[in-house]
């Protein structure tokens, strides 16, 4: 029966709150992309605390916490943040975030001096409407699940009064990005050439604030003036480890938003019921920013290029290949000098060169299988293929050993290193530039012959 | 302000409207030039720039020969990447003139090509080469439009002229600094404009794309454009550029590089006593504080 109504609830209520919660965080992170590529993740943290003040104006001035109000108050104050952030630091030669620091911080107190004002000597009624919005928990955390107790039917739907809004809200967001695409793109990237062409990169830097200031204020009133940082920063992050194209990152930060909300909510109804707090659920906006954050961290250690495993195991890959090479390049030298070598001998030989020994076994075990190298009776020898190859690293070895001899006047014992890490990055083509370079030489700085190139 | 005798008008052009020939471009190559100062591609007079009081630029006067490749020279300091930006409006001038085919860059925008340093952008921003070259077209698209297919082709052409077309889809951060700076390159030559204006266009580059650039530079002085080039390689200027520009704040010399390109030019330009001017900044800095 229980479960029957939490089921109800969750048609009538639930959904709303994901959605607001959703079409905020879709609006977040498209802003928050620019933010983030700018370098200018903090500008919304210090504009979504200097709006204070725009509000409180905005409140005494109209007398009513009407949006459109709140929303234009937010607007002129968040413009002004960026402009006094911008006259202080160019004019005051401060650090761009120091004057940010100062800027916000001074909105902030003055927007809570006005704000206790209209408290005390306000009427009751306004009185009690600016004390609900100071309200510590309401301003941290929003009324996300109170979503559904404003009622607005507009076009014949009723909807909850946040749903309107944040939706008018993310549709004016994604026009303005559609139609400035392109200049919000080239003033991101090269703000200076962007001036000159005559799409001012000041202009769009303040277009880009005010809409950030408008977006905070909406997001402010569902979901917390802390956790309007997670949605415009966190997703943003994201979406840049996993992708290289601008168009696909804004869309994956809005995938991402989406997935945190609908995440979030769930999980701030069961998760607390797991941890033994039975019948409570934790705040959805607290769990989007949490979910936000663990999709960071995953995309974090599981990029394609720039996530932390991808690297690791680049990183493990090459110096496989690195140990496998100096396998086939030691087993060719020791032939030459006659001699062949026991697994145990080539694994010490390998191993000194600096290689990990568990790489140095995943290299022998590679080379046996792809048939490089044979093990026969306790010695291992170079297939016909596997001294081919072989051949091909130590004529590149001994062709840079020459080359770092003749162009840097090394001493001959000096000469090895150099051509042992170069040997590895070394394709044909460079082989035979060098060798053309070097005038096709027979011998290296040690008079040891170079395998000519047709040896293959 | 002191007024040039030979250009009494200058500080005039500035406010009032171009006559109609200064205006219209001649299709006659060899009717422009350096005998019509007025319509010189690049003309500034008396341009004083400063950064908070200090002054980096100090009464620049310069005009650029349509056709040539100039090389602006100096040491650390001197003020030459101001000087571009100056040109293109980027830093607000505390005086001084800066006229483009004989009137306002505001007007000339589009036939301005800019490569600034290739430090001062963030090469892990998610686009391709082509992304960026494309971006050279955004001033001839205007305001709100996308970019159409032309345009993609422009920016394609520019990328293989300068042999990176096989490069157009990495992502930026994947290519060496000799092939970013390629792509800057790419991107001014797809501004398809009549003067550029390129900030160390050779620094950490390999010497493969030096030629390469160098190769471009040539081209496109061989079809009348104007190139200003600030360059740091002293040994290379002669090879170079035909005419040069030795900078240290003020305009040291000037003129064709064979005949200001002279130790005692550059001896005057980087030489190691302060000279009065120098002097004369340290101590504005100093009131300025004071």
Known sequence: MSELLSMVQWQTLDTWIVVVGALCGMSC?????????????????????????????????????????????????????????????????????????????????????????????????????????????????????????????????????????????????????????????????????????????????????????????????????????????????????????????????????????????????????????????????????VVSGLVFSLALLLAPRRGIVSQILNRLALSVRVAREDALGLLLRAEERGGTLTPTELRGAVRATGAGSGAVSWALHQLQRQQLVRHDSGRLQLTVAGKARATELLRSHRLWETYVEEHFHLPTDHVHGPAERLEHVTDPALRERLADTLANPTHDPHGRPIPPNDAT | MMLHQNRPLVSDEASKPSAPEVVQRTADPVATGAEHPETAPLSMHDVTVAYHRKPVLWDVDFDAPEGHLIGIVGPNGAGKSTLLKAVLDLVPRVSGIVTIFGRPYRTQRQRVGYVPQRESVDWDFPVSALDVVTMGRYGRIGWFKPVGRADKEAAHAALDRVGMA???????????????????LARALAQEADLYLMDEPFAGVDAA??????????????????VLVVHHDLQTVPEYFDHVVLLNMRVVA????????????????????????????HAIKRGGHG
Not at chain 1, 98 to 125: K, N
């Open chain 1, 29 to 289: 992170a498209l802003l928050g992309t620019f933010l983030v590529l700018r370098r200018m993740s903090m500008m919304g943290d210090a504009i979504s605390h200097a709006v204070l003040p725009g509000l409180a104006i905005a409140f005494l001035v109209a007398g009513s916490r009407g949006s459109l109000v709140m929303l234009v108050g937010a607007g002129v104050v968040g413009l002004l943040t960026a402009v006094f952030t911008q006259w202080i630091h160019r004019a005051g030669r401060v650090d761009e975030g120091a004057s940010m620091g100062v800027v916000f911080t001074v909105l902030f107190a003055i927007g809570l001096i006005l704000i206790v004002h209209v408290a005390e000597h306000g009427s009751d009624e306004l009185g009690r409407a600016a004390g609900v919005d100071l309200d510590p928990r309401c301003v941290l955390q929003g009324a996300l699940e109170m979503v559904h107790l404003y009622p607005v039917t507009l076009f014949g739907v009723s909807a909850p009064r946040a749903f309107w809004i944040t939706a008018a809200v993310f549709i004016a967001n994604v026009a303005i990005v559609a139609l400035l695409y392109k200049e919000l793109k080239i003033s991101a990237f090269d703000p200076a050439l962007a001036t000159s062409l005559g799409i001012s990169a000041d202009w769009m830097h303040y277009l880009l604030m005010t809409l950030v200031a408008i977006t905070t204020v909406v997001a402010f009133e569902s979901v917390g003036s802390i956790l309007v940082i997670a949605m415009l920063i966190v997703p943003a992050a994201a979406a840049h480890l996993l992708t290289d194209r601008l168009g696909s990152m804004l869309g994956l930060a809005m995938i991402i938003a989406v997935i945190a909300a609908v995440t979030g909510h769930w999980s701030a109804i069961n998760v607390p019921s797991w941890v033994g707090f039975d019948g409570q659920s934790a705040s959805t906006a607290g769990m989007i920013a």
């Open chain 2, 254 to 281: 000037q003129g064709p590089t064979s005949e200001v390109f002279t130790p005692e030019n550059l001896r005057k330009t980087y030489g190691g006593r302060l000279t009065l001017l120098e002097e004369a900044a």
């Open chain 2, 209 to 226: 794309t030096e030629k390469a650039i160098i190769r471009i530079l040539q081209e496109l002085r061989e079809k009348r454009r104007t």
């Open chain 2, 166 to 184: 096989d490069y157009a889809k990495r992502q930026i951060s994947q290519l060496s600094g000799g092939q970013q700076q390629r792509v800057f």
